[in-house]
């Protein structure tokens, strides 16, 4: 749908809303455009190809919040829009008071992240980047049998929001992502590894460099062995920090503070992690693909330490959150398309990097475990205690080097206790993308971890 369609559709919606007793309106239109092809056994075994959008309306009436969405564009769903937000304001059970806001410093807001590849992606394109990498996969080496799960997808699409407060705020951008999984068998041990590519370009996808970290990844788990049972320093790598932070990272939600979630509510100002453990969130980080200067509600985002040398500095607040705080918004407010309310989420979280290398953070752990893949983040957590028991892969660590790889171990530990136990941090940062924009990490060292292996 034409934008400006779209716009004209949504003032209608505001300026009918006092007509139905509300105070304060706004409306939301989004619209996803992607595209997903899945490459298998040397043929293109799925694509699809689709457009989204749809329009959500929310409006304020007897200091009540009701919402509706559509995504039809007619004068009926403009009636239908605002009775039916009328009528889930009147049943809508939370006490905890939402806003419409508009800065009046910064009524437009716009954020136009396109990168004039887009066209570039295509049935054509994608299948032969992805027969070709499937293809390159196989080849690299004769111990991969296979390659299970390969998958390129885009996509890209506006939001634009408007309030009767006088907000007007749009924000568009677009996507590539690369993915594949590959399985290699020596003498009967079968082992399965996977690689991720994210960018804006394919053109710039390499797959040479791709190649050869899968290859890496895979290859070296075999020979693999359990570890006696004890208590080990360990290096956990960037990949597992991003998957352990993104899992807890709830525990920073104001949101979750406010319902008994979070063991951190009423803990800002206090000292919760190493003092070598530094979080910050950089909206606007220059190494992100995606930038975020504002949020959903319209409240400008702002870098801010979330942990700050180990110092929990501020908790995450959208609008509703902050109120019941008695402090300001800290532009935490994001919606992820027209049909969903607005949650709390990070743009872009950056955990500060040290300065020694990978190698050097060996060297300093002696003898321990580097720890590469964190399994059952989804079973075996405890994300309000923070108790987690996880199996793991990795390497073991002697005299300050990697002798072989290890599987078949757990590791036992405490969220809140493994950032308190952070000696070290290294210099090897990767990112991924995660909330509204994106999680950067390098590896760290975690002391005096519990790991049951063999007895």
């Known amino acids: 749908m034409n934008i400006n369609l779209a716009k004209e559709f949504m003032k209608k919606l505001i300026d009918r809303a006092p007509s139905y007793g509300f105070d304060d309106a706004e409306s939301c239109f989004t619209q996803d455009v992607s595209m997903s092809l899945h490459v298998l056994n040397g043929e293109v075994s799925s694509y699809e190809n689709s457009s989204e959008q749809g329009v959500a309306f929310r409006g304020k009436i007897n200091g009540r919040m009701g919402i509706a969405n559509t995504t039809k564009f007619d004068d009926a769903s403009v009636e239908y829009l605002l009775s039916e937000a009328k009528n889930n304001a009147s049943i809508i059970d939370d006490d905890d008071e939402e806003f419409i806001y508009c800065d009046e410093n910064n009524k437009v807001l716009k954020h136009i992240q396109l990168s004039g590849n887009y066209d570039k992606n295509t049935y054509d394109s994608f299948s032969k980047v992805g027969l070709s990498l499937e293809r390159a996969i196989l080849d690299s080496d004769s111990k991969i049998v296979a390659v299970d799960y390969l998958s390129i997808s885009c996509g890209q699409g506006p939001m634009l929001t408007l309030n009767s407060k006088g907000l007007d705020s749009y924000k568009d951008g677009d996507y590539i992502s690369v993915f594949a999984e590959a399985r290699a068998e020596v003498d009967g041990v079968v082992k ?33 062995s359990s570890v006696k049972s004890g208590t080990y320093d360990i290096i956990l790598g960037n990949e597992a920090f991003i998957s352990l932070l993104s899992t807890y990272f709830g525990v920073f939600s104001s949101y979750s503070m406010q319902k008994g979630l979070s063991l951190l509510a009423g803990k800002e100002g206090e000292t919760i992690a190493s003092d070598k453990l530094t979080i910050k969130e950089v909206p606007m980080y220059e190494k992100a693909l995606i930038k975020v200067p504002f949020d959903s509600e319209g409240v400008l985002t702002q870098e801010k330490a979330i942990i700050d040398s180990g110092v929990f500095n501020t908790a995450l607040y959208n609008l509703k959150t902050a109120h019941k705080a008695g402090c300001a918004s800290t532009g935490n407010g994001f919606r992820s398309s027209y049909a969903s309310s607005v949650s709390i989420s990070f743009t872009n979280l950056v955990v500060m990097s040290g300065s020694k290398t990978f190698d050097e953070l060996c060297e300093t752990v002696g003898t321990g475990l580097y720890i590469t893949d964190l399994n059952g983040l989804h079973a075996g957590v405890n994300t309000i205690s923070g108790d987690f028991s996880l199996f793991c892969e990795g390497f073991y660590i002697e005299n300050g080097k990697i002798v072989r790889p290890v599987e078949q171990i757990t590791i036992a530990d405490n969220f809140f206790e493994v950032i308190k136990k952070v000696s070290d941090v290294g210099n090897d940062v990767i990112s991924y993308p995660d909330g509204a924009g994106e999680m950067f990490s390098p590896s760290l060292i975690i002391k005096n971890v519990s790991v049951s292996g063999e007895e």
């Open 192 to 224: 399965t590894a996977g690689h991720f590519w994210f960018g804006n370009d394919i053109d710039k996808f390499n797959e040479e460099d791709f190649v050869k970290v899968l290859n890496k990844k895979l290859l070296s788990k075999f020979g693999a």
